[in-house]
């Protein structure tokens, strides 16, 4: 009868645990307001931008916003939490060569080393992951520079349907690699 009971109870007691873990409130941590964030943003797109000589030039930055949600999503249990990672898209209108495109990712990778930044680098990218701000610059094969910088617990202002953070043209991308420079593009 012992073994019965047990068998009942400790399914039964692992589910409450695992229930209870996963709705058990997480300490709130501040969030970062959407100003202090953006002023973060620009700050890392104008270090990357001022880094290059000679310079690149530069399309408009896009920018976004990932709310954090909770629950189970694709129910009526997924709500909103208050925090949303703000993320810049920027894309460099000069063309980069192929035989120069190690060159714009050894400067980045040097500025953001420099920053105090641990800096991954793979063949044609380098990034640094980090806990409050995610940095991502790489070279692809058509010769565009492309940059993306990421604050995360920044206070969501966006809609229910997602708007808010929006700023910049929706294809940040479309002047990526459309200019001839005589040094970055031969």
Known sequence: M?????????????????????????????????????QRIEAELADVAGAFHPGLQWAEARYEGDPDLTGFCGTSGCKKTGRADMLARQAARVRIASKRDQEPLDTVQALWTGKGYSVDRGKGAVQVKGSEV????AVGVNGCADLQVSVANVTDISDDKGNGFGQGPLDYAAQCATVDDPYWSH
């Open 134 to 137: 995610e940095l991502w610059f």
């Open 2 to 38: 012992r073994a019965t009971v047990w068998r009942v109870i400790a399914p039964g007691l692992l589910l409450a645990l695992l229930v209870g873990w996963y709705a058990w409130p997480e300490p709130e941590k501040p969030t970062v307001p959407v100003e202090q964030a953006r």
